[in-house]
């Protein structure tokens, strides 16, 4: 079982790029692993640290203000490139719970999901009013609400709706990934094989 969702509310790390692909996500180097530890650390990797292994002072997470946040706010088309799941391993690894982007990659889209981390697609005025938002005060705090499908813009009391599958909604709730899920159901599963 993992870490049940329910309602979320977090201050943001905000990170306007477009177009941030799988590889900046998590260099190609790191992806001889085959366990998910320790793929939080490098996160950003290149962005993050310098040749030499010292954080980039002006990179957003080096920045005290946005530590204890949980949901990260990209801009548009997210985790774009190669399907490497490893990318979502390292968002999940670093602590977010949720990001917040105009579109996603559908490949990346799933593999968050699959490693419990909600991605959250608004519109593009929206996402806008949030980096707005956040530029403006580094604690402005957003909630996402799982349940209603709602995330909420505390600053401005702005809502939009997003959109997830109801299995996946599911899952997130409960804290079940697909074996959980099954496990749970294998009664079910049975029954219905044995055509009852």
């Not at 260099?27 to 010292?54: C, H, I, M, S, V």
Request: proline share 5%.
């Amino acid at each position: 079982m993992k870490q049940k969702f329910n309602i979320i509310t977090s201050t943001c790390v905000p990170l306007p790029k477009e177009n941030v692909d799988t590889d900046q996500i998590i260099p190609a180097r790191f992806l001889k692993a085959t366990d998910k530890a320790g793929f939080g650390e490098n996160l950003f990797r290149d962005w993050r640290y310098d040749k030499q292994g010292q954080p980039v002072e002006d990179f957003v997470l080096n920045d005290p203000r946005y530590q204890d946040a949980v949901i990260l706010v990209a801009g548009r088309n997210f985790g774009s490139g190669s399907s490497r799941e490893h990318a979502a391993w390292a968002i999940a690894g670093y602590g977010f719970r949720v990001v917040v982007s105009s579109f996603f990659a559908d490949i990346h889209k799933q593999n968050e999901l699959n490693n419990f981390v909600l991605p959250v697609q608004v519109t593009e005025p929206f996402l806008q009013e949030l980096f707005d938002s956040i530029s403006a005060d580094p604690k402005t705090l957003v909630e996402v609400d799982l349940p209603a499908q709602t995330i909420t813009n505390k600053a401005t009391g702005h809502s939009e709706h997003f959109d997830i599958n109801g299995y996946k909604k599911h899952c997130l709730m409960n804290g079940l990934d697909d074996i959980d899920f099954l496990v749970q159901n294998e009664q079910k599963t049975l029954a219905w094989e044995n055509g009852k």
